[in-house]
């Protein structure tokens, strides 16, 4: 299936071959891109939710490929007068030749698809699709070790409110690569989760240590426990600081580990990793806007 | 009198030849506009009140055309410190080649074309004016129904403080057409309003039941009740919802009605119209990003 | 010592040489430059405080020359999930070619160039640094009287909290000239302030009566009293209003005094100025885009 034109509301809807395509484009572009490829094209940005990483990320890949960028916020829109969502991405589609959206609602995205003519790229929605930020997981995981197949993962943190997490769940398993799910009782994953990646086929386990699974680990993914997304705050003070990734934490794992995280953090992933090699965090940043660009130019332009 | 560096306050400043300037200017750019017509030039978007539409159309158009986008909103600005409007437009005017302003304030613009050395276009303020909307709505019709004569026109909903719904009325006051000002009571035209469109030699009949006029319309021209005006909120609670136009309200319509409205809507306005011939409102959305283009054009370039 | 990468953090890192050559670039853009030499560039502008004039003269600053802005301000970003400001630096960095940077916290911008590859323009934070708004006072001075030696200069108002007026005091002591520090007592210069003048051999002299003073003055540099920067609001309601700089406070002034002030005013100086030869603070605002042009391209290009 062709990208021109397509929308990406989940990681699912791709295939392998479809991701493989994504990251020879993004190969090209981190070596140099054509700066006037998207000209006189206009990205609208909606965004209703906080994001920094994500949506500058989009924005610098937005302007590097020479589109221009419309942002809008609810805070400061019509939404504030009780204009629907529906009339918002209306309006929103009629302006612009792209839309990204992030929002906090389940299925926002699918239904941004549905009402607009133009493509629409999910920047993050409810607890599941984070789509991009999966293609730039895997990217980053390709280009530091070389290959997507044959990994012991372990995913660590809030796997029931973390979307990122959970897309990047479903990305990995599309190859052949051994999940650890590993967090606390209350943070695990959702049935329909777990189902979904039953379905497909993903070779996971669940844990709640990641002392014991450690040592076996290719790579671990880190995730914030996310305040914002829980329906009760006396259910976050419970399990807020249940887990904190440090270099003594660490110290029994492969010579050879990275760890992962889709920031921002708060204090479960240490300070003290950022200079070591093990450190990918700020890799998977840098080449965010990659990913980005190599997508906007695929959907846009068709190359 | 020429377009070249004019400012836009209110509809009344434009003879119907400026007009028809304008929409030729419209009509050329709808099929193809030199897009670095504006390069080098920087549009001042200064906005004290909560705008989607308006904005981003505003934002859209000058980046078509090449032009560069400087936003000011008031809760991020120095008006935080204290700064007075004055103060504040006097240092838009040094940064900007044209400014954009909208305001609750009956007045601002105004103000702020005395205030400036570059032009002003008003974008909205207190309850009267809103020029380039009314732009918009005479081009759509123009577009929609071939000419902007010989029409019987409803205009329905709040035109106490809906600004959109005033000047749209003055604006088709200058051709020869029947107006009805159809509303509630407690929404009906100021007398101020009243007067001055009698003065122009405006034919108009105000009435609250949209049914009993109905069926004379060529276009019904619906618009929101604006909450935040209200200088009281039991005043707001006594009309909300006293209005609603759906396929059973327009089922006694002309065979070639269109239904306008400058969004957004609430609930005054049935999705059900969306996918009629009736609809006119998203085409008003998206015929004024190329009435702002001409606008920008004409004000900055003299062509 | 050469501004290509150059950090800018405080006047004080600046020699006369180096202002000078920043002088020189900035007279010829003033009557004319380059709009393509930052093509390509992303410029990354962090505002941790409100702003209008300092935050919008760089983004124009930019744009005329051709570079992207990316905007990010507190109250939208990850910094509302908790993310610290040292990770948020670290994304900004991986995405712009030069950071600009405003904090109401002492230090930041130190920090800031410490944690970031890429250059950092401190865009005020603290109450001592604000280099650019420093470079701009000393460039309009240097314009205005031709010389920016052997000038008698009062700098009068909230000497205890305002950067702008510290820094300007810095400033113009790298040059001979007399400075007379005119506040109320509990406004004065801090202690460390005052050493520091001392130390580098700056003439000056404290004093609470701009009347005794006003007869002297080649200039006279007003600040506006900074609410939002007294730990206690009763203090600041002592002294609020305690200095007024109308034209009845200015009538035994020297015939070319020039009254300057960074803006934003409340109400220490009065409209009745605006138009007279005096006003110079306009004239500031005006010339502040030129000096940060002038800035981002020796930074950025070296040249």
Redesign the interface.
């Known amino acids: 299936m062709a990208w021109k034109n397509r929308d990406v509301v989940s990681i699912d809807d791709f295939s392998k071959e479809d991701l493989e395509a994504l990251f020879k484009k993004t190969d090209e572009y981190e070596h140099s891109y054509p700066?006037g490829i998207l000209k006189?094209k206009?990205i609208g940005n909606i965004?209703l939710e906080?994001?920094?990483?994500t949506r500058?990320?989009f924005?610098?890949a937005a302007?590097?490929l020479g589109a221009?960028v419309?942002n809008?916020?609810a805070?400061?829109?019509?939404?504030?007068?009780?204009?629907s969502l529906?009339?918002?991405l209306?309006?929103?589609d009629?302006?612009?030749d792209l839309l990204v959206i992030r929002s906090p609602i389940e299925g926002t995205a699918r239904f941004a698809s549905d009402v607009c003519k133009h493509p629409v790229i999910n920047a993050g929605d409810g607890y599941l699709n984070h789509p991009t930020q999966a293609m730039i997981d895997l990217y980053t995981i390709r280009k530091l070790k070389g290959r997507l197949d044959d990994l012991r993962i372990g995913v660590c943190g809030d796997l029931r409110y973390g979307r990122a997490a959970v897309s990047f769940m479903f990305g990995v398993a599309k190859y052949s690569n051994k999940i650890y799910a590993i967090s606390p009782a209350q943070l695990s994953m959702r049935e329909d989760v777990k189902n979904k990646l039953t379905e497909i086929g993903a070779y996971f386990v669940e844990t709640n240590s990641l002392e014991e699974v450690l040592p076996e680990l290719d790579v671990l993914y880190v995730t914030?426990i996310?305040?914002?997304r829980f329906p009760d705050i006396a259910e976050y003070e419970k399990v807020k600081g249940s887990y904190k990734v440090d270099l003594k934490t660490l110290q029994n794992s492969k010579r050879d580990l990275i760890v992962m995280h889709p920031?921002?953090?708060?204090d479960e992933l240490s300070?003290e990793i950022d200079n070591t090699p093990m450190q990918a965090y700020?890799k998977q940043?840098?080449l965010g806007?990659y990913i980005r660009m190599a997508l906007l130019s695929l959907i846009l332009v068709g190359e």
Do not use: N
Request: proline letters at 2%; glycine letters at 4%.
């Open positions: 700066s006189g206009i965004f906080y994001s920094t990483r500058v990320s924005e610098v302007k590097r221009e419309i809008l916020v805070e400061y829109s019509s939404i504030k007068k009780g204009e529906y009339d918002t209306k309006m929103m009629i302006y612009s914030r996310q305040k914002e920031l921002p953090r708060v300070y700020f940043a840098e806007v």
